[in-house]
């Protein structure tokens, strides 16, 4: 029995299929009902939300692809109130039905899982710049504003190209950012920590490193 989890319906959508897949595990576990929903009837959601089985009173379901059932999909909001745990998995979700507002007044979770961007070059670059000035603060909340949509790992990987670049360059102390830099992404590799957190961690150490005196002396040259 998964501790600490409400029963209710949740609604999931989006491209990320590893993301939403993982927190439906969350949810509902390892062991689960799946139920293709363009193939139910309005007559078949009695038993589907609110019937129980032989084995259990609650149970765990995943729904998926309702919104693709129009008669089904509009019949959803008589079952928010399910005492089961059930998840409604959708690839796309359309926003102007009226079951997607009644989620939203009813404050149901409804939650978007979507694949991290590549960041963009010139992005990174603003970043590893204003660490290399020994900015810490705003590096860090330059970070901050782009975690929910880059990939962190694209993100370290072109950390390391503007550091390269700084040791052929041969500037004072790259050598020592690169060292860093990869330290940090073997880190994010195998540690359990959220991979932002490290990023903003790593990126607050090269502004640290670069804020002493002799670093701003040196790139002053």
């Known amino acids: 029995m998964l501790c600490g989890v409400p029963k ?3 609604v999931f959508y989006g491209d990320d299929r590893a993301g939403a897949r993982a927190q439906i595990e969350k949810v509902l576990g390892d062991d689960y009902e799946v139920v293709e ?3 139910l009837g309005r007559e078949d959601l009695p038993s589907l939300f609110l019937g129980t089985s032989l084995f259990s009173e609650e149970r765990r379901i995943l729904v998926k692809d309702l919104g693709g059932n129009a008669i089904c999909w509009g019949e959803l909001v ?3 109130d399910t005492s089961h745990r059930v998840v ?3 690839s ?3 926003k102007r039905t009226a079951t997607y507002k009644s989620l939203q007044k009813r404050r149901m979770e409804v939650r978007e899982f979507k694949l991290a961007e590549a960041p963009e070059k010139k992005l990174v670059f603003e970043v590893f710049d204003t660490a290399w000035r020994g900015e ?3 590096a860090v909340e330059m970070v901050g504003r782009i975690e929910t949509t880059n990939d962190p790992f694209m993100f370290v990987g072109l950390m390391v190209s503007q550091a390269m670049r700084r040791l052929e360059a041969g500037e004072r102390q790259a050598d020592k950012v690169v060292k860093l830099l990869a330290r940090y992404d073997m880190r994010m590799k195998s540690a359990s920590m959220q991979p932002w957190i490290l990023v903003k961690a790593m990126v607050a150490e090269i502004a640290e490193m670069r804020g002493q005196p002799w670093a701003r002396k040196s790139s002053a040259k």
């Open 8 to 10: 209710m319906i949740r």
């Open 37 to 39: 929903g363009e193939a």
């Open 78 to 80: 008589k079952y928010l």
């Open 88 to 90: 409604v998995w959708e």
């Open 92 to 94: 796309k979700l359309d």
């Open 136 to 138: 810490t603060r705003r």
